[in-house]
């Protein structure tokens, strides 16, 4: 299966778009009208419009108003990424339209990536109420996106939509991705990647769509999928300083990271690396830090400490939902302590130095000291009473038969041989 395809980062449009008669508002041009467009003045706007300058300079350069020169760059489908000031109008507009528009239609009025416009949204805490309806621009890129093999998050960005968005038009459009493998669902695709940007871990992960009724897939399965579809893909493309500004203000307001992979659409670990380049690091508002995953809830941790101990890690992190590396961490901070990791006691250690003598399973000895077989193995060690070791004695045939489940108290109560066969005194 082919990977996804990365575009450049100056690309913001992936094929043509034409306007169906009437989808545009504004009339077009005709040859007989006396403020027609003459290629000279097309050809100035092109090279202007390349050179990064602002629309009032232009319509300057070439003697025409800035609503006709918008318009004409749009007929054109002249787009691009730019770093030039946002002007109060712009701003005006946004707060405005932002939200009943798609964000494509206002890059198109501005001249600037869909990218742009959302992330200015972004600094100017415009939220949506409603996702606007789809462009036929909007639709025209996602299916050339998908037939070229263009990762999801990069057609998403390229466009101004959430991945989930993006997939799931995807869906209502009967689009199919490239590099989808047979078998596999938009729906089934959709929660998987809607997991995975909580964090969840690609075992966890599986075992979720399982229970859901989905069918059930491996580690291995699950993540060429996602990674054909572009998940946690780094493009290499530019920070932008609205970006930098979003991050900024994520930092001094204590956001949670999780966010903000969405809206970037980048991975944590490049958030991070920004992060660090701009200097933000060690100085987020939170006392717990810059989080990855989902933040825990007051109700999560006193499940924690409630079950902490009281079942294996794996367990717990599948009824919690979280990866087991998230459970022992959060165990950490909260200053829970595993009941496997309490002290040896002296009774403990003559129980060890007993069975080791007395031939009694490693197996046997770890169920009754109520610890995992792991920590009893390494404790032996430590004492010097290995129970791989080949000069230990075996287990008498009279101590073997009859014998119920061993208990402290039982292993006490055999006491050392008094002449220990190949063990120390």
Known sequence: ????????????????????????????????????????????????????????????????????????????????????????????????????????????????????????????????????????????????????????PQIAALIGRSVAATFCRASGLGVRHRNLAPGWTPAELDRALELAHEGRQYPVIAKMLAAEGFPPRTKAGLNPQLKALGYRRGWGRPWTPDEDAVLRQAYAQGDSLTPLQAIFGRDANSIRSRASVIGLRKTHARPGGWRVGPVWSAEEEDMLRTLYGTMPGKQLAERMGRPLRAIYT???CLGLKHPWMRAFTEDEDLAIRIAWARGLSQTDLARALHRDVTVVSKRAIALGHAFSDPSRPPAPRTLARNRGPATLASILAMGLPAKPEGAAA
């Open 1 to 152: 299966m082919a990977d996804a395809l990365d575009i450049d980062v100056e690309v913001v449009e992936l094929v043509p778009y034409a306007p169906a008669a009437g989808e545009a508002a504004p009339l077009g041009e005709t040859t007989f009208r006396a403020d027609a467009w003459l290629p000279e003045e097309t050809a100035r706007l092109r090279a202007m419009f390349d050179a990064g300058e602002d629309f009032d300079v232009i319509a300057e350069a070439i003697g025409r108003g800035r609503q006709g020169v918008r318009w004409r760059a749009w007929q054109l489908g002249l787009r691009r990424r730019s770093n030039r000031p946002w002007s109060e109008l712009e701003d005006a507009e946004i707060l405005k339209r932002y939200g009943f528009e798609p964000a494509a239609v206002l890059a198109q009025a501005f001249g600037r990536s869909a990218s742009a416009v959302y992330m200015r949204a972004q600094l100017l805490d415009v939220t949506r109420e409603g996702a606007p309806n789809w462009s036929g621009w909007e639709d025209a890129q996602l299916r050339a996106g998908y037939a070229q093999g263009v990762a999801v």
């Open 330 to 332: 959060r165990a950490c």
